[in-house]
């Protein structure tokens, strides 16, 4: 009885240090959040989205910076996705045994551990210097996409394995090819989680800045990208250059420039909730 | 009677799973258009074995056969034997219901889809044959848009049967179908089965004597991966030659 | 059919041999640029030498300093994610209501796309001041607020992984656990963490991995001073740091100077290398034992 | 040279890209949104990747134009020179570093260069941890030093015109790349010293105290100088300022809109370098900086073509 | 024989899933020291009813109950009631054996080591007796330390059924505890539900009419959430009252 009790006790203690540490996470979030718009929602308007980058705090605008960001969002998503779901794809589907197998995963996992400034410099010597790709769009792709390779390749794993061995089988024994199963069965249902997986990554090479600076995405581009081959800056760079200048008004500027880079990984993060959510609610095993 | 041709054979069939021998050394010959049910304890290779004739053993690590399997006197492990041909021939439903996440229609077409028919009214004249054929075309024919996953554990299974007849095998392979659903459900399955031997090969494995009994014309008893026993299922259920089968289907229980 | 089947395979194995591309480009970048070094400099000095001053006059090549800087932060970074992370996954999978799981787990996932600028100075700012009050002898640059503040970015990987997890722990095992009488404490603890232990694990892997490559936060908030000690309070460098620092700083390129970051990048690279080892050794070996 | 400053856009096309040291960024950045309005159609790029990474570009030819807090070392003007390139280093405005205290440190009024070195050599290390060691009038406090990542042109200079010997300094002192982490150590340590950028100390004047600092020269300037506009641009604060460069490669020059560009630059440094918190040579060093270049374009200049 | 005292009891129980009308007012008396099957089509309800009684529902989202649960004359849903009390005393074993990825020492002594019972002897000594009682002692006494997830299925659910015995409840609930297993385990099973009626009250929910028969002694018919007769066993299955018991019991399958 009394023991009976403790072990009660105990249950509501961790409940109540459950929702302390949830409750904590949730307000440093909130303090980062409040701190971050109180600085830059005053420079937060429709001019300072549509300007260039200015030696004048109040005149600066992010504009090539966030077209940036799109570009190589959209590039990298198309580099990284494809090739992280294969390799995802061959590791859980194909070659999943033996020394090879255990290599490729270990392989994978010690990449998730690179520092991304190594990235840099492996995109600098290989994609801009000997593929001559030059301090460009696809080059900085590039590199962030093998930066989140790793990400992309272990939740698309995670997400493969959730799929029940019975809807193989199901596939197999209708006379499917393997991958007509993957494709038509393992792919769509397991699809929710492996986005989930892709979008967070892509929030990751949103973020990055060292790579890019390493590669030579440069810090003031007066016109926005108009082809892959084209120079290129994006907001943590701006955000980054700004935070370090002298006059506070700058400061002000990073803080909207967060607030504008917030902004886009909100919104990945809300499709991959909503295709999260959606896709669970239509598929329960 | 006319004598029906033999349309399944087992040749001296020894299955591994790595060190571990599955199957012993197994001959069996079955006939076509018949219902043969594998009975036996848990963990004597009735599973296994039938899935050898369709090869769904093949994706499983470490696991490899000796002899033959013949399908209409074809030895289905020769090398240049496609598995995906092979499955069409060979269809097979399995003991938990596992439509696709997908809705009814595309469960029963994708057999046809996968084979690279797109006419719209050749899948739908196929997909309304099947389930009608597996006795589920009136529960279903107003929602065949909704997703599968919303039927119940009896309807699903039929589905799955459903989906199997869609691609017209000549064997149909079921592996405790029956196990996870209700008596009503049960007994629909039951009847089916009845009626799709008139067109199907069928090998069923159950734990169910009683089932055993009704639906099949020739019973194979296993027992520790061995072929213990194999015969009119009417003389096995009334005088089994061996002790051991004596012993297991006379057991209290049902 | 069967052409086309094998083409797509070798299509799949292609991507997966990207990665393996990806390993032998980096050691070869890094190799390529610290074997000079290490021709000037010997590996006995490298591994033993107690200081790390590559830039100054006086050089010395002692790694251990940054090995020490980088140990230092990330153990604080997990001391702290850790038990958060794994107490608010377990909060959310076992306490709260769905609803309140499906709000709490993406808001918390915004906290590891913050940029780390921010959090730098958030640890600068309002982490170290705090600590100081509590403190008294602490620098204004140290490891503890640069781990702490770290820590709080890595508790999305953990907390969301690690509920991913659990919650694929089948239905029944908890239902087990409920119906023997558990409260949900011991439920968690006693049967759920245990059976999802390695999607655990592999969370607190990436989340290792993830503060190992952190450089902006502790650029920013632990003073650059590369110093062999494990006591938080005193400024320290992590290698990461050091070799965004240099690499984009004003030495020149192909100094002995530069080398050093190829240096301290394959030593990190060996590092993580030997951990991964270790944990996919220690996760095979666990598996194999419930499976 | 190319007509720069007339008041109409120039039809010139082209690009200029420009890359290096992240401390004459701001100059550069200036000048080149500047230069839009003179020749729209002509794309100036600037990068930030430093001053190391910005001369191996520049001397493997990958850039026109790259900043420099540093002048180009032997290592890297060989290269230049294999790649078949002669280049011109264009000092272009200076930068004070100023010594700062906390505004609550009321003994340390001005400091000389002797103390400074006592303080910041190697020797120092472990040695001089209290202010009294410095002057004993000082309190008995312990030191807390903060300055420049070592990494940078900044620091080099420093050791140089303190210690006297480049990357020559104690090691246990708090650094940072960026100097706005500096201000915010210096500011909430009452027993710090600290030196940085001029721009920074003035945008955060309350928050610091700057040191005057007496070289013991007194030919330019008598006693010790503050920090300001005024007494670098004349020299009187000495020995701690340092020019900012651009160097310009002859592959580039062969194309007009850089030889545009930088004559451009030339003509507007003064007022450009001073908006953004660094200090403008002497009007006549600019000239002769234009004087030069022109002379690099005509071919005439040589490689090592210096101030 | 002499009349045994009332143990559990519903009155009025009505149970919601969300919108969902589960259970509809359930009304029903069950002796101590006997065992009750509970019979009826799938999705009836059955599994509902069962989990009710040591409020294994509790943790589903948007679930509830309004009338009484009696354990003992006791109102189980009382807000006063201890749910992990509650499940001591009310011991459960799932359609699924669910061993828990341990030993199976460990396993057996689960809910005695949550109770804080540390003694290695009191533990042992408990162990050897739940795992005789549930007829599993001889199979795995040299092996109590090996994984619990190496047993066979027949195994791991006489497992589960010793795993509940050692915290010694009154009440055992079986949610179709043979379904999975193969006709010797479940003969196995079927006697020790025999054996255990001596010392325990038991509810078991089961698809299978003979299984209802054999260990039964009252039976309870469910159809769409209602309760539609209740009463021995014996008098059930040879004169329903209700034609939906008739037709449901009398159908020719088993
Ligand atoms: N993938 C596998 N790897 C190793 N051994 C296996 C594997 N699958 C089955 N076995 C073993 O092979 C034997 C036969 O298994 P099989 O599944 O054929 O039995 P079964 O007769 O179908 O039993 P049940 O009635 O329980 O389904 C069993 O001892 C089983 O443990
Ligand atoms: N978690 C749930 N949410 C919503 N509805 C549920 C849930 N669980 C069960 N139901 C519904 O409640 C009804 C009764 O379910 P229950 O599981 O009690 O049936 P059962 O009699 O045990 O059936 P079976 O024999 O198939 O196990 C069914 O219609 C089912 O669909
Ligand atoms: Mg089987
Ligand atoms: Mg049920």
């Known amino acids: 009885m009394t023991n009976s009790e403790r072990n009660r006790l105990k249950d509501k203690a961790f409940q109540v240090f459950g929702i302390f540490c949830t409750f904590i996470g949730l307000v440093v979030l909130g303090i980062f959040l409040i701190d971050i718009i109180i600085e830059g929602s005053r420079r937060l308007d429709w001019d300072f989205l549509t300007s260039l980058p200015s030696r004048r705090a109040s005149r600066a605008g992010i504009l090539t910076a966030w077209v940036g960001t799109l570009w190589i969002l959209v590039l990298t998503t198309l580099i990284a996705l494809p090739l992280g779901v294969a390799a995802g794809l061959y590791l859980e589907e194909y070659g999943r045994k033996g020394r090879w197998a255990n290599f490729l995963e270990i392989n994978i996992a010690n990449l998730a551990g690179v520092p991304s400034i190594i990235y840099g410099l492996l995109g600098l010597e290989i994609f801009v210097r000997q593929m001559r790709l030059g301090s460009s769009l696809l080059a900085g792709a590039l590199t962030l996409s093998l930066l989140i390779l790793p990400i992309i390749i272990v939740t698309t794993r995670e997400a493969i394995k959730a799929v029940p061995r019975s809807i193989r089988d199901g596939s197999y024994a209708l006379g499917a090819s393997k991958w007509q199963t993957v494709w038509n069965q393992v792919l769509p249902a397991s699809f929710g989680s492996i986005l989930t997986g892709i979008i967070l990554a892509l929030s990751r090479a949103v973020g990055e800045t060292a790579p890019l600076i390493v590669i030579g995405a440069l810090a003031y581009v007066p016109f926005t990208p108009s082809s892959p081959l084209d120079e290129f800056t994006v907001l943590p760079i701006q955000i980054f250059n700004w935070t370090s200048r002298p006059q506070a008004a700058f400061l002000e500027n990073a803080a909207a420039a967060i607030i504008a880079l917030l902004v886009i990984t909100f919104l990945l993060n809300g499709i991959a909730v909503y295709l999260r959510n959606r896709q669970q609610r239509k598929i329960k095993w | ?254 | 059919m069967r052409v086309s089947e094998k083409i797509i395979e070798g299509l799949l194995w292609l991507s997966a041999v990207i990665t393996v591309l990806v390993t032998i480009g980096i050691i070869w970048v890094l190799l390529s640029e610290s074997i000079g070094f290490f021709r000037q400099v010997s590996i006995v000095e490298f591994l033993t030498e107690k200081e790390w001053t590559p830039l100054f006059a006086n050089k010395k090549f002692g790694i251990m300093p940054l090995v020490a800087g980088t140990l230092l932060t990330t153990l604080i970074a997990i001391a702290v994610a850790l038990p958060l992370g794994l107490t608010i996954a377990i909060y959310l999978n076992e306490y709260a209501h769905a609803r309140m799981r499906q709000i709490v787990k993406p808001l918390l996932e915004v906290l590891a796309t913050i940029p780390t600028v921010v959090y730098g100075f958030f640890a600068l700012t309002v982490v170290t001041p705090f600590l100081q009050q509590i403190i008294p002898g602490m620098a204004g640059f140290n490891a503890l607020s640069a781990g702490i503040v770290m820590g709080i970015m890595i508790i999305p990987m953990i907390s969301s992984l690690s509920e991913d997890a659990i919650s694929s722990v089948p239905r029944s095992l908890r239902e087990a656990a409920y119906g023997m009488g558990s409260t949900r404490l011991q439920t968690s603890f006693g049967v759920m963490v245990p059976a999802a232990s390695s999607g655990i694990i592999v969370s607190v892997i990436l989340a290792i991995s993830r503060a190992v490559g952190e450089t902006m936060i502790v650029a920013i908030a632990a003073g650059q001073q590369p110093r062999l000690t494990m006591n938080p309070l005193v400024p320290i460098e992590t290698i990461t740091t050091y070799i965004v620092q240099v690499s984009m700083g004003d030495v020149p390129q192909g100094s002995l100077e530069y080398k050093t970051i190829f240096a301290a990048g394959i030593t990190l690279f060996i590092f993580t290398f030997a951990l991964n080892n270790l944990s996919f050794w220690i996760k095979k070996k666990y598996q194999e034992k419930y499976d | 040279g190319g007509n720069a400053g007339s008041e109409g856009g120039s039809d010139l096309t082209g690009s200029v890209q420009i890359d290096g040291s992240s401390t004459v960024y701001p100059i550069t950045e200036a000048v080149a949104e500047e230069y839009r309005a003179e020749a729209p159609d002509v794309r100036v790029t600037v990068g930030v990747s430093g001053s190391g990474s910005g001369f191996k570009k520049f001397s493997r030819g990958e850039i026109d134009i790259t900043n420099a807090s540093r002048p180009i070392n032997d290592e890297e003007a060989k290269t230049a020179e294999q790649n078949g390139l002669a280049y011109l280093e264009i000092p272009v405005a200076y930068d004070g570093l100023t010594v700062v205290v906390h505004p609550e440190n009321d003994w340390v009024k001005e400091i000389t260069v002797a103390e400074l070195k006592k303080i910041w050599e190697p020797a120092a290390q472990g040695k001089i941890k209290r202010w009294n060691q410095i002057r004993p009038e000082w309190p008995d406090q312990e030191i807390h030093l903060y300055g420049p990542g070592v990494e940078s042109g900044t620091y080099d200079y420093f050791t140089e015109a303190i210690v006297g010997k480049s990357h020559s300094s104690r090691g246990d002192f708090t650094a940072s790349e960026d100097d706005n982490v500096l201000v915010q150590g210096v500011s909430t340590d009452k027993y710090a010293l600290g030196f940085f950028g001029l721009a920074y100390y003035e945008e955060n004047q309350g928050k610091l105290k700057a040191v005057a600092v007496d070289d013991g020269d007194d030919s330019n300037g008598k006693g010790a100088i503050v920090a300001s506009l005024e007494t670098v641009k004349d020299g009187s604060y000495a020995p701690l300022s340092r020019p900012l460069f651009i160097y310009v490669q002859s592959k580039a020059v062969e194309r007009p809109e850089v030889v545009d560009f930088v004559n451009f630059y030339l003509e507007n440094a003064a007022v450009l370098s001073e908006e953004v918190g660094y200090i403008p040579l002497p009007d006549e060093l600019y000239k002769e900086q234009q004087q030069k270049f022109e002379q690099f374009v005509s071919g005439k200049g040589a490689a090592t073509a210096q101030q």
């Open chain 2, 1 to 254: 009677m006319s004598k029906k041709n033999d349309k399944l054979e087992a040749l001296d069939l020894n299955a591994y799973y790595g060190d571990f021998h599955a199957l012993k050394g197994i001959n069996i010959v079955m006939e076509e258009k018949a219902v043969t049910a594998f009975i036996g304890p848990s963990g004597c290779g009735k599973s296994t074995f039938l899935r050898t004739f369709n090869r769904m053993n093949d994706y499983i690590d470490g696991f490899r056969v000796d002899g033959q399997i013949l399908l209409d006197g074809r030895d289905i492990y020769q090398k240049d034997v496609r598995v995906d041909e092979l499955r069409k021939e060979v269809g097979m439903v399995f003991q938990k219901p596992n439509p696709f996440p997908k809705s009814i229609f595309e469960n029963v077409v994708y057999g046809l889809k996968i084979q690279g028919i797109k006419k719209k009214s050749v899948l739908e004249e196929a997909a309304e044959q099947s389930l009608r054929h597996a006795a589920l075309w009136e529960e279903v024919k107003d929602k065949l848009d909704k997703s599968a996953l919303a039927l119940s554990g009896g309807q699903q299974q039929r589905l799955c049967i459903a989906r199997a007849l869609a691609i017209s095998p000549s064997v149909l392979l079921m592996d405790e179908p029956a196990s996870a659903l209700d008596p009503i459900s049960t007994a629909k399955i039951e009847e089916l089965i009845y009626d799709l031997k008139n067109d199907y090969t069928i090998v069923i494995v159950t734990h169910n004597m009683q089932q055993a009994g009704r639906v099949s014309d020739h019973t194979a008893f296993f027992y520790m991966g061995e072929l213990v026993e194999y015969n009119k299922t009417k003389t096995m259920f009334t005088s089994p030659k061996e002790e051991r089968t004596q012993n297991y289907i006379t057991g209290r229980f049902g």
